[in-house]
C-alpha cells in the first residue's frame, strides 16, 4: 500500500513531467503524437550549443576539483579537531548560500575587472564557487564525523604517512561523500545563469547562456531536448567521475554503503 | 576529537579561508557602493530606496512568494520523508529523489511554463484555461520552487529519519502518547535543527533567486532579484548604486531572520547533546 | 645500566591544567606493564603521548637507549592497539594484517606470506579473505592485535582492548593475549581501570591515580604491601584504619561483645554472602560497606564489633618505584 502510493505521487510529480518532456523531444512542436527528430539534430547541428557544452564542461570539472579540496580539507578540520573560533566559522561558512547570490556577485565583479578575471573563464569558476562549496564542507563534515578521527590514527600507528593514509584510508572510506559532492556540485555549477552572464559578460558562453534566449523561441521540440541535454550531461560527467575514482587504491570492490545519502 | 596542535586544523581549513574572502569581499564592495555618493559618504541612495515605489512593492512580493514556497516545500518534503523514509532509503528510492535534483531551476521552470501558462498542457483542462505561469499571483514561481526544493528538503530530512532513535517513539507511546505527542517530543527536537536550517537555506535563495521569476514570472510585479538586475543594467549606469542598496538591504533582511533561526536551532542543539 | 624503556618526568598540560605529571617508569625487555587506574586518571592521554599521537609537554622517553620523543607516531618503534579493533572496513583480514608491513618496504609477495603467519598465531587462518564484517568482536580485536605484532614494535600499547567484549570472551582473551604475548617476547604496556585484569596481564603493575603514579610493583607487593591509603582502597581488600595503618581484609573478624585489649570499631550486619562456600557477613561500618569472614553466623541487622590482631596491623609504605 505505501509502495504503490509513494510510487504514484513519483509518477505524478516526476515521471509525467519528465516523460513528457521527452515525448515532446521527440515529436513535433505543440504536437505530442508526431514523432520526429528534429529536436536532437536540430541541437546538435547548432555549433554554438556544441561549445557551449565544452565550456560548460570544463568550468564544472573545476569547480568539483576546487571543491573536494576545499571542501575535504575544512570538512576534516571541523568534524575531528576542537579549535577556537569554530562556532562564528560554522554561520561564516553557511553565509555564501544565505544571502543573495545577486550582491555578492556585484561586488565581485567589479574587483573581477580591475584584476582582469572579469568575462574569463577562470572569474567563471572563482564565482561558481560562491553556491557550491558550502555544501560541499557540509558534506565532507559529515563523512568525516561518522569515518571518525580513531581510524586515521590507527593508520598513523602502523606507519602510514599522512599521504597515504589519505590515499589508502580517507579517498575509499568517502567515497560516498566524495559521489554527493561531484554530483551536486557539476549540477549547481551547470544551473547558474545570471552570475555566469555577470562575471562572463557574454564572452564566456555556458550552456545556460545558450538556453535562456532560446526559451524565446516557439519551438517546444528543441527546447525539450535542450532541456534533456542538461540532465544528461551532469549523468555523464558522473560517470567519467566514478571512472576516475576507480583508477585510487581500494577501490575495486563495492562496500555497502552507510544509509547517509545527502550527509 | 583531538585537541592538541593548535596549527592542524587552521592548516586544513585555509582554502576555506581563502574562500571565504570572495563572499565577504562581494558583500562589502556591494555595501560599500550603496553607501557613496560620487566618493562622499551618504545614505542618499536608501532614501531614494525606500521612496521608490516599485521596489518597496516588490519586496513584499518577493517575502511573500519566499515564505510560500519555502513554507509548502517545508511541510510537503517532511511529510514525505516521514512516510516514506524506508522506501526512500532503497536504491530505487533514492534514484527517485535525486532525479528533480538532476535538473536545472530554469530547466523545471520551462517544465512549468508548459504546462501551466495560458493554453498549456494542465491549465487548459482547467475550465477557463486560467494561466497559472507569468501570472502576477506568482503561483507559477512557487509551483516550479516547490517541485524543486521539496525533494532538497526530503535529502536534507532522510539521514535524521534514517538515524534516528526509535526507541522515543516507543517511550511516547507506552507514556500514551497520541500521534501529535509522538511527533512533538519524539520527532521534532531531532528533526528541529535540520528543518529551520533548510527552511533557512531555502528562503534565502527563493527570496533572491533571478532565474525562475525571469522566467516564469509577470511583467509586473517584479521580485526585488529581478528588478534589481534590471537597474544594474540599465543603459546609464546611473541606477547601479540603487541595485547594491537593494541587495544590501534584501541581505539584511535574510539576515535577520538567519539571526533568529540560529539562536533557536543552538539552543535545541545544546539540550540534545546535553540531555543525553 | 639503563633499561629498555624509560620514561623519566614524563608531564602532559593542557592549556593550563595538567593531566599528568611526575610520571617516571622503566620496563624490561618482554616484560608486560600493567597500568591500572579510574577512568579519567589520564592513563589513555599517557598512552597517546606514548605512541606519538599526542605530544609530551615534559620528560624524555627512551626505547633500546635512543630518544623517541621527537619521533613522529608513524615512525616509531611503538604500536597502539586501541580499544575498539578500527580495522579498515575495505580491506580484506589479510590486507589488514599486512598493511602496516607496507611502510617497511617490503615486497608485496612477503608482507603476504609474514601477515598469513600472523594469521595462524591469532588462529584465524580461514579468514584471510574475509572482510571485518563478516567477523565477531572477539574475532576482529584479534585480528587488530595480529596487525600490531606483525610488525614487531619493540613497545606494544593496548588501551583496555578488552572493555567492548562481553564479560565471557573478556576472559578468554586475556588469557589467550598474555600467552601469545609471552611466546613472542613482546615489551608491552597494558592499560584497564579493572584492578583484576591488571593482576593477570602484568608482570609489573602501576597504579595510576589523579595523573601520577601512586605505586609501582609486582602485582603480589602492590596487592599486599599497598604504599598509600588511595592504593589500598582501590585494590579493596584492605581494611583502612587511617592515613598510616591498615589491615588486610582477611584479617578482620567479628565479635558480639566489646573486648577491652584489642582496637574494635562497631557495626551492623546488612546483608549475608556466600562465596565458594565460605559465610560472609556484610557489615555497614563507619558509614562504608565491607565483607567480612563470619565464623559465628551474625542474623542480619545484628550489631557487632570488628576487630583484628594487633600483629596483623601495617604501615603504608613509602611510595616508591621497584627497580
Not at chain 1, 24 to 52: D, I, K, Y
Request: net charge neutral; proline share 5%.
Amino acid at each position: 500500500m505505501k509502495k504503490i502510493s509513494f510510487w504514484t505521487i513519483f509518477l505524478c510529480f516526476v515521471f509525467v513531467p519528465i516523460g513528457l518532456l521527452i515525448l515532446q523531444s521527440f515529436t513535433a512542436p505543440g504536437s505530442l503524437t508526431e514523432p520526429s527528430m528534429n529536436g536532437w539534430t536540430g541541437l546538435f547541428e547548432r555549433r554554438r550549443l556544441v561549445e557551449a557544452t565544452l565550456t560548460s564542461l570544463v568550468i564544472g570539472a573545476f569547480v568539483v576539483l576546487f571543491n573536494i579540496v576545499i571542501g575535504m580539507s575544512a570538512g576534516k578540520a571541523l568534524a575531528l579537531y576542537r579549535f577556537q573560533g569554530k562556532d562564528i566559522l560554522d554561520t561564516l561558512l553557511l553565509m555564501p548560500i544565505l544571502l543573495p547570490l545577486l550582491a555578492i556577485t556585484f561586488g565581485v565583479h567589479i574587483a573581477m575587472i580591475r584584476i582582469g578575471l572579469a568575462d574569463t573563464a577562470a572569474g567563471v569558476i572563482l564565482i561558481h564557487l560562491v553556491p557550491t562549496v558550502p555544501y560541499s564542507i557540509k558534506i565532507f563534515r559529515n563523512g568525516y564525523v561518522s569515518l571518525g578521527g580513531k581510524i586515521l590514527e590507527q593508520a598513523e600507528m602502523l606507519g602510514a604517512s599522512a599521504g597515504r593514509t589519505f590515499l589508502d584510508i580517507e579517498l575509499p572510506l568517502l567515497r560516498a561523500p566524495i559521489q554527493s559532492v561531484v554530483f551536486l556540485t557539476f549540477v549547481i555549477s551547470l544551473s547558474q545563469y545570471v552570475i555566469t552572464a555577470i562575471i562572463g559578460g557574454g564572452t564566456v558562453v555556458t550552456l545556460a547562456m545558450v538556453y535562456f534566449p532560446f526559451l524565446e523561441s516557439a519551438n517546444t521540440t528543441l527546447v525539450a531536448a535542450f532541456s534533456l541535454w542538461f540532465a544528461l550531461l551532469p549523468l555523464s560527467f558522473y560517470l567519467f567521475a566514478e571512472g576516475l575514482i576507480r583508477l585510487l587504491p581500494y577501490q575495486r570492490r563495492r562496500r555497502r554503503r552507510t544509509h547517509d545519502l545527502f550527509y | 576529537m583531538k585537541s592538541s596542535g593548535p596549527l592542524k586544523p587552521w592548516l586544513l581549513l585555509s582554502p576555506a579561508l581563502l574562500f571565504l574572502l570572495l563572499p565577504l569581499y562581494g558583500l562589502g564592495a556591494a555595501f560599500w557602493n550603496s553607501i557613496t555618493d560620487q566618493g562622499a559618504l551618504s545614505l542618499k541612495v536608501y532614501e531614494e530606496l525606500f521612496r521608490d515605489e516599485e521596489f518597496l512593492s516588490s519586496l513584499l512580493y518577493s517575502v511573500w512568494i519566499a515564505l510560500a514556497a519555502t513554507v509548502l516545500s517545508l511541510f510537503l518534503g517532511w511529510f514525505l520523508t516521514r512516510m516514506f523514509a524506508s522506501l526512500l532509503a532503497s536504491t530505487s528510492g533514492k534514484l527517485a529523489a535525486w532525479l528533480p535534483m538532476i535538473f536545472p531551476h530554469f530547466v523545471w521552470a520551462y517544465l512549468v511554463l508548459l504546462l501551466f501558462r495560458e493554453g498549456g498542457l494542465i491549465s487548459g483542462l482547467i475550465p477557463g484555461d486560467p494561466s497559472l505561469a507569468q501570472d502576477p499571483e506568482g503561483i507559477g514561481i512557487i509551483l516550479t520552487y516547490i517541485g524543486k526544493e521539496t525533494p532538497f528538503v526530503i535529502l536534507m530530512l532522510l539521514p535524521v529519519y534514517l538515524t534516528r532513535e526509535r526507541h522515543y517513539d516507543d517511550l511516547v507511546e507506552t507514556l500514551g502518547g497520541s500521534l501529535f505527542f509522538r511527533i512533538r517530543d519524539a520527532e521534532w527536537p531531532w528533526v528541529a535543527p535540520v528543518f529551520i536550517e533548510t527552511g533557512l537555506i531555502i528562503f534565502a535563495f527563493t527570496f533572491s533567486a533571478y532565474e525562475v521569476p525571469a522566467l516564469v514570472g509577470a511583467t509586473f510585479p517584479e521580485m526585488v532579484s529581478v528588478l534589481t538586475y534590471d537597474w544594474f543594467y540599465s543603459g546609464d549606469w546611473g541606477e547601479r548604486p540603487l541595485a547594491f542598496a537593494a541587495m544590501v538591504f534584501s541581505s539584511v533582511v535574510i539576515s535577520l531572520i538567519a539571526w533568529v533561526a540560529f539562536f533557536l536551532i543552538n539552543k535545541k542543539r545544546r539540550l540534545l547533546t546535553e540531555g543525553l | 645500566m639503563t633499561s629498555f624503556i624509560d620514561v623519566r618526568d614524563a608531564e602532559k598540560c593542557f592549556s593550563s591544567s595538567e593531566v599528568f605529571g611526575d610520571v617516571s617508569f622503566h620496563i624490561e625487555e618482554g616484560e608486560i606493564f600493567s597500568i591500572v587506574g579510574p577512568s579519567g586518571s589520564g592513563k589513555t592521554t599517557l598512552l597517546r603521548c606514548l605512541a606519538g599521537l599526542e605530544t609530551f609537554s615534559g620528560g624524555s622517553v627512551h626505547i633500546d637507549g635512543e630518544p623517541v620523543t621527537d619521533v613522529k607516531a608513524n615512525a616509531r618503534p611503538i604500536s597502539l592497539v586501541f580499544q575498539q579493533p578500527l580495522l579498515f572496513p575495505h580491506m580484506t583480514v589479510l590486507e589488514n594484517i599486512s598493511y602496516g608491513l607496507k611502510f617497511k618496504h617490503i615486497k608485496k609477495k612477503e608482507r603476504l606470506a609474514r601477515a598469513s603467519v600472523f594469521l595462524g598465531k591469532v588462529g584465524m587462518e580461514k579468514y584471510g579473505a574475509s572482510y571485518p564484517h563478516e567477523l565477531s568482536g572477539g574475532q576482529r580485536q584479534r585480528i587488530a592485535l595480529a596487525r600490531s605484532l606483525v610488525l614487531s614494535p619493540k613497545l606494544l600499547l593496548l588501551d583496555e582492548p578488552f572493555s567492548s567484549l562481553d564479560k565471557k570472551l573478556r576472559e578468554e582473551m586475556r588469557e589467550w593475549v598474555r600467552t601469545l604475548l609471552k611466546q613472542q617476547g613482546i615489551t608491552a604496556i597494558f592499560v584497564t581501570h579493572d584492578q583484576e585484569e591488571a593482576v593477570m596481564m602484568g608482570d609489573v603493575i602501576g597504579v595510576f591515580k589523579g595523573g601520577t603514579f601512586a605505586q609501582i610493583g609486582t602485582p603480589h607487593s602492590v596487592y599486599e604491601h599497598p604504599a598509600t591509603p588511595d592504593v589500598a582502597h582501590f585494590f579493596g581488600d584492605n581494611w583502612v584504619i587511617d592515613e598510616d595503618r591498615y589491615v588486610p581484609r582477611r584479617h578482620l573478624y567479628l565479635l558480639k561483645e566489646k573486648r577491652d585489649n584489642l582496637q574494635q570499631w562497631p557495626g551492623v550486619v546488612s546483608g549475608k554472602r556466600l562465596l565458594h562456600g565460605i559465610a560472609f557477613s556484610q557489615v555497614d561500618l563507619d558509614g562504608k560497606r565491607t565483607m567480612i569472614y563470619d565464623s559465628t553466623g551474625f542474623e542480619e541487622g545484628a550489631e557487632v564489633f570488628v576487630t583484628m590482631d594487633p600483629a596483623n596491623i601495617r604501615t603504608f609504605q613509602e611510595k616508591k618505584s621497584i627497580g
